[in-house]
């Protein structure tokens, strides 16, 4: 029997129910199955014209019906899926009354170009301004493009759909996303405000603009042909992240009140932590402290040293400045240890699912701890030799996992850690 | 429900630091001075039928030194940037490396500020035949500003205060219009008020003067057109007209502010949200109700100062719910401001945190009587926010004892 609090007298907060979607398909089972084999969701895309861009594959989501369709609406979509299959396992609550608060990791929402494209059509003239465009935008032929283009328009509809309670937060801190959506939910259980948080992470938005953007940023692969091996974290030849889609959701719960209604426990949620790098909007400090610091804070969080770690979840997005950092970083606070714990990006296969990646990754590591198992890192044919993780490459590996880091950092100096293990400390 | 409010045992949290930059000036005095004078800073011209509260004009470079920064932003951000030193000025914690380092930044955002000549250059070229598959991509891949990503994104905001003012702590950023504002708030007295946070920078900002938003809005038919008039008398022209603020606060456990001989504005003593269904007439008020009941409110002299929008049916339901505390004196924001979506919320704890701080709330500006003169020091005043579309908060903001 293990004790309700933790070391430090918080309440232990523990994952009861979990949700996914990714490239690689709808639910845990079918992601394990084909994570642990080594399959990439990166394709070409088709969901619109690829011609002039420099990337043309992405890690999309194409096998679930958004009508009508935007980014915003298969983030929506996503999200609702995958709370579903989260609430099904952790059979908390009833039917649209789950019992606590919502929090959203979501990507930015704002009017798409399909959007503005029919706004263009409807001016009806062939040269004009966007004085013009605001002169037919109201009288309420596209009032649903306002519902549907409002930041809170997503947790919105979850915070109805699941009958979550209190104000949904929707929050962004980009690549961090997912993992700040679970930061929150712990801290509310923690605090003792709630016995149970939705913690949900979604995006969607592989559209021509954001492509455009990250391209121009030079951020990601081109590595287009094939596609699936665009994704090379950690190897020598990796060029840029791939983006991708997907979503997580999960139920949290104070171990307490898990075990009161007889819950099956999923794993624990022993740390988290975070820290603000104001070095620079894309790069990370060259000394790496913040991250550093951040993976510190988790640990101390944790009340858990490096050595009780046992397999780390990287970040590992592929860009150059990325994995060499993260190698870097995870010595400075791992010393020798940083080469013997069994690394693996999970982005090798599924892409970089931005703001829902922290989410996407926890979830994987936390079925890493359910089987014992650890995913490959593929397309890991030509090692950095300068990065001397112990990458778990192109294979699953069976190993004895007691307690996962999982990173995730951001641009706008955002990072975030978490650490989870089976059972509580 | 969710809450926040100071419980027994729990840290006392206070206001230390203020920073406004708004359509009536920049600073504590002078958007006091304005507010004592009614002074109303509106543009009816520039994006005529639109109203907007276009920003006094400040001078970035007293904020935000290097010109490579400002290049990096759009006008939301550069506001909030300035506002931001602002509030770390008044709270005397500018250039304190000890404080910086790990003070937690909750940001309430929009984002998304476009290059207007990019999106009309690429609908243009379309209605007059540009119909090549990859058209689009090409124009924006030659046409977009590579930099121009990261004035659009929502959690670079914070990430702009974070690297011109040397924030290293915790930054999070929290989107969805008015409550957004609301949540931030709440989130970061909880954390003070817990003990897992001694010092936060909350608040937000809005370039109201964007023709992407209002097209947005007018989606809606949100937008205040043709002629202003005060929030209480759009009932039969109803709508908002947007405003440019940043708004940011230093909130602080006492123990923090008194250890470094801090002086308070006034303490932040609970922050509510929830999110009614709006579905049926009397959904909204009933919600403001319940979320009143929920705030610790003691014997005293009591105000409320609201973001009411304009917009209706939201400004209705919220009449009516002010009818039933009609012996508070009541200012609506979103006259002398205009409506700073992400922003109202934090700018109406400011300037509750002001007024009890100068003992004396702002005079009414309002032609229809809802808004009565105040007589004598204000000790609590409740900020009310309720969204124009979906999300209400409330804050009560009182004095130190």
Redesign the interface.
């Known amino acids: 029997m293990t004790a309700p609090r933790d070391k430090f007298g918080r309440p232990v907060v523990v994952v009861t129910g979990m949700g996914i979607m990714t490239s690689l398909g709808t639910g845990k089972a079918d992601n394990w199955a084909k994570l642990v084999a080594g399959e990439s969701g990166i394709r070409t895309i088709t969901r619109f014209p690829i011609d002039g861009l420099k990337t043309t594959m992405a890690g999309t989501v194409d096998f679930i019906d958004v009508d009508p369709f935007s980014s915003t609406g298969l983030s929506e979509r996503m999200a609702e899926l995958v709370t579903q299959e989260a609430l099904e396992q952790a059979g908390i609550g009833a039917k649209a009354d789950f019992p606590g608060p919502l929090f959203l990791a979501v990507a930015p929402v704002e009017v798409e170009w399909p959007q503005r494209r029919e706004l263009g059509r409807a001016v009806g003239k062939l040269d004009f301004t966007y004085d013009d465009l605001l002169r037919i935008s109201g009288g309420g032929k596209y009032s649903a493009y306002h519902h549907r283009f409002m930041f809170g328009s997503v947790a919105a509809h979850l915070a109805e759909t699941f009958g979550t309670k209190g104000s949904p937060i929707s929050l962004s801190t980009a690549c961090a996303s997912g993992a700040t959506s679970i930061q929150l939910g712990v801290e509310a259980i923690r605090r003792g405000e709630t016995d149970a948080a939705l913690c949900v992470a979604t995006d969607g938005t592989v559209n021509p603009e954001a492509l455009v953007r990250f391209s121009l940023l030079s951020a990601l692969s081109t590595q287009n042909d094939p596609p699936q091996a665009a994704s090379r974290p950690f190897s020598k030849n990796r060029d840029g992240f791939v983006m991708a889609e997907g979503a997580g959701a999960l139920v949290l719960e104070s171990y307490e009140a898990a075990v009161a209604r007889g819950a099956k426990i999923l794993g624990v949620i022993a740390g988290c932590g975070e820290l603000t790098d104001s070095f620079h909007r894309t790069r990370s400090s060259p000394d790496g402290k913040p991250i550093i610091g951040c993976m510190n804070k988790t640990l101390a969080d944790a009340g858990m040293t490096p050595d009780q770690i046992d397999h780390i979840n990287a970040h590992g997005t592929a860009t150059p400045e990325n994995d060499k950092m993260e190698f870097n970083t995870t010595s400075a606070v791992f010393g020798e240890l940083a080469q013997k714990i069994p690394v693996t990006s999970n982005k090798s296969m599924v892409g970089h699912t931005i703001s829902a990646a922290g989410a996407v990754e926890a979830i994987f590591s936390l079925l890493t701890l359910e089987h014992q198992r650890i995913p490959p890192t593929i397309n890991y044919d030509n090692p950095d030799p300068t990065i001397l993780f112990d990458v778990v490459g192109n294979k699953a590996r069976d190993a004895r996992v007691t307690a996962v880091m999982s990173n995730s950092f951001g641009f706008g100096g955002q990072n975030a850690s978490l650490i989870l293990t089976r059972e509580p400390a | ?4 409010a100071s419980k027994p045992g729990q840290t006392e949290v206070w206001i230390t630091g203020i920073g406004l930059a708004t359509s009536l000036g920049e600073g504590l005095d002078a958007n006091w001075t304005a507010l004592q004078e009614k002074r109303i800073n509106v543009d009816d011209k520039g994006f005529a039928p ?1 109203v907007v509260h276009p920003l006094m004009p400040v001078s970035f470079d007293s904020q935000i030194p290097k010109k490579g920064d400002q290049r ?1 932003m759009e006008a939301w951000q550069r506001i909030g940037t300035y506002a931001a030193g602002l509030a770390l000025d008044s709270a005397g914690i500018k250039g304190n490396k000890d404080i910086l380092s790990k003070i937690d ?1 909750v940001v309430a ?4 500020e ?1 290059d ?1 000549n990019v ?2 250059g690429v ?2 070229a ?3 035949g540009a119909n ?7 124009r ?2 030659s046409d ?1 500003r ?1 930099t ?3 004035a ?5 905001l ?3 205060i ?2 011109v003012h ?12 008015e ?2 504002g ?2 931030a708030a ?2 970061a007295l ?2 003070i008020a ?1 003990g ?1 946070s001694d010092i936060a920078l909350v608040g937000g900002s809005h370039n109201g003067e964007r ?2 938003l ?10 205040l057109q043709d002629k202003f008039a005060p929030v209480w008398a759009r009932k039969d022209h109803a709508g908002f007209a947007l405003g440019s603020a940043g708004a940011f606060l230093v909130l602080e456990s006492r123990a923090h502010a008194e250890a470094r001989g801090a002086k308070p504005f006034a303490k932040l003593s609970s922050v509510v ?3 009614a ?1 709006r579905k049926q007439p009397g959904d909204m008020a009933a919600t403001l109700e319940t979320l009143w009941a929920k705030l610790p409110r003691r014997e005293g002299k009591a105000a409320i100062i609201t973001g009411a929008t304009g917009a209706e049916p939201a400004t209705s339901e919220e009449r009516s719910f002010l009818k039933s505390h009609a012996d508070l004196p009541v200012r609506a924001t979103g006259t002398m401001f205009g409506h700073t979506m992400e922003t109202q919320f934090p700018l109406g704890i400011a300037l509750a945190a002001l007024s009890i701080s100068r003992g004396a709330l702002f005079p009414p500006n309002d032609s229809t009587g809802t808004e009565i003169e105040m007589q004598g020091a204000p000790t609590q005043i409740v900020v009310v926010g309720a ?1 124009h ?5 409330m804050a009560l903001v009182e004095a130190v004892s």
């Open positions: 429900m969710t809450e926040t639109y990096q930044m955002a929009g984002g998304g476009r207007l999106d009309c609908l243009t379309e209605a007059k090549a598959p990859g058209f689009l991509n090409e924006l891949m977009l590579p121009l990503f990261l659009q994104l929502s959690n670079l914070a990430g702009n974070a690297i040397g924030l290293g702590g915790t930054s999070r950023t929290f989107m969805g219009e409550v957004a609301a949540d709440r989130i909880s954390r817990s897992e023709k992407d209002l097209v947005l809005y007018e989606f809606g038919d949100f937008n949200a929830d999110l269904k969204g579309w979906r999300g209400e908060g």
